[in-house]
């Protein structure tokens, strides 16, 4: 019954902001790392960013480094990724990933969000 719920998607032109929500249930919430991974249509899932379990340290890709900001608040049991300056190579499903250990690699994460669709126009 692990539910991970992203939100926040939408379709905004280059340059714009959103914030995406990833409300969770998870018991363990404050002892998991999450990540943010993105994957657009015929591409890979790519790694966004990585927050640990108390939010003391954040690690990002380069696309995202600088733009992209990854937080969480343990009491609400949510991660939130928020993104400003979006470009339209930012154009993918969004997906939040828990894990108890820290990893970049996507298939290393034990719960996954459904996704949420962000679409940036130029």
């Known amino acids: 019954q692990v539910q991970m719920v992203e939100s926040g998607g939408g379709v905004v032109q280059a340059g714009a902001s959103l914030r995406l929500t990833c409300a969770t249930n998870?018991?363990?919430?404050?002892?998991?790392?999450f990540g943010w991974f993105r994957q657009a249509p015929g591409k890979e899932r790519e790694f966004v960013a990585i927050i640990d379990v108390n939010g003391s340290n954040k690690h990002y890709s380069d696309s995202a480094k600088g733009r992209f900001t990854i937080s969480r608040d343990n009491d609400k049991k949510t991660v939130y990724l928020q993104m400003n300056s979006l470009k339209p190579e930012d154009t993918a499903a969004y997906s939040c990933a828990a894990n108890p250990t820290f990893t970049i690699v996507a298939f290393e994460y034990d719960y996954w969000g459904q996704g949420t669709q962000v679409t940036v126009s130029s």
């Open positions: 998870l018991r363990s919430f404050g002892r998991l790392y």
